[in-house]
């Protein structure tokens, strides 16, 4: 009870005995009543704990959760001399190393055409109309190169199967642009077009925390291989995988997909879209060793060290834990470094399809899923902690969440394969940081 209110209640109750004693016999049990009636405890006024990502704010909704949408960032690429016509591909991933150097990796480049007038597709069926109403009109995954594929697809079918859909080089999309540089304004600074022709698809580019030269890597799922690169992008300096063929021994990969790693420089390959195992190697891409057996994919597998597409893996350095994204099966599965099965836990049943995730320095685990187009805060015994998220193509949606990154300043960055391109957010003035997503381990830079 409020303090004032319990002050209140005993001092009328105090008055009401008074009045009792000076009373005649036959009116005290009515004045009795009338005492107790008093001393009745008030109820507590009602209070509301806020759950806003910016809190006392009056009237909003969270869209875009703790962060403002950055305008006009990135610069399109219709801006470029010779790329009028041009936009953004499927952003497949992003890397911040700081807020003026942010790597973006897409699958080349699509038509920059206007959202089409609705009109009518009866030949379809009844009452069908195209564009829907706000929904998002063309999937950038679909459309770029090569073809989106998916888990039992092999890679070398890729640009094929796009050309015998009626994909047509030059017209429906371009193979160019697949690694660029930003800087914090959004424009392109760094275009590493030397590598395009190497590249089939590439999927994931990061800098180990660990590394004092910030060597980028890049993987490609479609070549089945990963590629570490001078800072700069001039010199290629490593490939670990057999370029061109898939395999599941020392020398090669299944369309691997996201690398980690420990404070010793070792690292982690999440191996992969038809592959079903996690690799280690150690700091200098020497072959350790690999854990994983194919899941039952027919259904969804409760089974320790079985997988079903292998799209993610983030470690955790004070415990030196690895987790990895089982993704068609819904979870996380947690390991020491040697791949001994330590535990895990469920994201949820479709939609879910939680594409990747990051653990933040500060012991949270950040996921991203595409099915409901949210960002996921967890503990890393996953407990739900936060999400925010909204679908749709205008800026601040979601569609596609394919990568994601924090740089120094708290800007939040995603690429997106179904959305294409890649967008920025800024920390809201006055959110509440619980809600923003982590800063990442920075240990040698």
Known sequence: MNNRLSITAVFLGSVG???????????????????????????????????????????????????????????????????????????????????DRVYVLQRGELPNVERPDRRPIFDVGPSIFFPIGRLPWRDATASSL????????????????????????????????????????????EAWTQWDDMLQRPHFVAISPYDPEKHVWIVDDHKHVIHKFTNDGSELVQSIGTYGELGDDETH?????????????????????????????????????????????????????????????????????????????HRVQIFDTDGNYLDQWNFGPAPSDVHLFNISADGHLWAADRGTNKILKYTLD????????????????????????????????????????????SPRPGANPDFLVGQPVRDAW
Not at 46 to 53: E, G, Q, Y
Not at 157 to 179: F, L, P, S, V, Y
Not at 280 to 295: A, I, Q, T, V
């Open 382 to 425: 996953g407990d739900f902690l936060y999400s925010w998220g909204t679908w749709g193509d205008f800026p601040g949606g979601m569609w596609g969440v394919h990568g994601m990154s924090i740089d120094q300043d708290g800007n939040f960055y995603i690429a997106e394969v179904d959305n294409g391109g890649v967008q920025k957010y």
């Open 146 to 189: 090569p073809a989106n594929g998916g888990a039992g697809t092999l890679a070398e079918e890729g640009i094929t199967q796009w050309e015998a859909n009626g994909g047509r080089m030059g017209i429906d999309a371009r193979w160019e642009h697949c690694i660029v540089v930003l800087n914090a304004e959004g424009d392109i600074i």
């Open 17 to 99: 005995m008074i009045a009792l004693s000076g009373c005649s016999q036959e009116s005290a049990p009515a004045q009795q009543e009338a005492a107790m009636e008093v001393q009745q405890p008030a109820p507590e006024a009602s209070t509301t704990a806020s759950i806003a990502a910016v809190p006392g704010e009056r009237g909003g909704q969270d869209i875009t959760g703790p962060y403002d949408i950055v305008a006009d960032w990135p610069k399109d690429i219709s801006t470029l001399p010779g790329h009028e016509e041009w936009t953004w591909g499927a952003g497949q991933s992003v890397f911040a190393e700081s807020p």
């Open 253 to 329: 990969f299944n369309r691997p997909s996201f690398m980690a790693w420990l404070p010793d420089g070792s690292f982690f390959v999440a191996d992969g879209y038809n592959g079903n195992r996690v690799v280690k190697f150690d700091k200098d891409g020497n072959y350790l060793l690999s854990w994983g057996e194919r899941s039952d994919r027919s259904r969804s597998d409760t089974r320790p060290n079985y997988f079903h597409n292998v799209h993610g893996i983030a470690t955790h350095p004070e415990t030196n834990r690895v987790f990895v994204n089982d993704r068609y099966n």
